[in-house]
């Protein structure tokens, strides 16, 4: 039997993220203030090398914080008029993978149902409140449950996300916002957004702790089969398994573990971890539309 790849066999990769976003209007306008999320979350898979954020017109003022969920925000302020608004940030980064990733539940929470340990309820509760109780998704998600016994946590899991992947279709949307879970079900279609909130909504449901995950996917060249919300910024997210922690599950892509993902903002609701939001001074009719462009790509190594 070969044995089971673990970090320590990964080696890192060198990543380059660029991020850029212009906005164009009619007329000159005033930027009022603007809030980026587009740092990665350093961590013990992901070191950050360099970063840079260059913004047109120059800001009067920018300023860095962490926010609640201890995610990197930059908060730009202007007093300069334009009739374009350009945020270009470039990261290069050393994200390690592991291939084929078994995790270590602890012997309580290895089949479900389990319960959390009490020490851990009280920082859990925000990530296990639903604020989307509809019906259609509680019938949805029961139908992965066995009707009577246990089964396996990670099976579950691996099967709601591939369940996703395999039967709702994906589709880019323009316009802001997410879809609520029940019209991603009726549509049976939406963005990557969409399918993180649908599966995290699910898994709260049935008393599983997550939270919605904003940042990046890599597309290797040679990936036999097409990745799915390459060329923009990408969602996912996270469900806290004792003993694991915090694992990753992209429904979009039917991914499990940080394969190709960059971790870039943690929050308990979409609204909470958006890449790029900000205002302006002047007519509405003035904002003529955005452009975004990601670019992800790897260093070869010598």
Known sequence: MLPV?????????VLTVRHVTTYRYASPVRPGEHRMMLRPRESHDLRLIRARLTISPQ?????????????????????????????????????????????TLDAAAQHFPFTYPCDD?????????????????????????????????????RTITAEIRETFRYSRRLERGVQAPTETLSRRSGTCRDFALLMMEAVRTIGLAARFVSGYIFVPGFEPDPILGGGATHAWLQVYLPGAGWVDFDPTNSIVGNRNLIRVAVAWDPAQALPLWGSYFGFGS?????????????????
Do not use: I
């Open 286 to 302: 003035a904002f003529l539309g955005m452009d975004v462009s990601v670019c992800v790509r790897e260093e070869r190594q010598r």
């Open 121 to 157: 309820m009280p920082d859990l509760l925000r990530a296990l409140h639903r604020r989307h109780p509809e019906p259609d998704l509680d019938l949805w998600v029961k139908a992965f449950l066995p009707r009577s016994g246990r089964t396996g946590t990670m099976a579950l899991l």
């Open 5 to 13: 790849p673990s970090q320590a066999d990964a080696l890192p990769s």
């Open 59 to 103: 800001p009067a003022q920018l300023r860095w914080v962490h926010d609640v969920f201890d995610n990197s925000v930059a908060v730009a302020t202007f007093n300069d008029q334009a009739t374009e608004l350009a945020f270009d940030s470039e990261v290069r980064l050393e994200h390690t993978e592991v291939p084929l990733p078994e995790y």
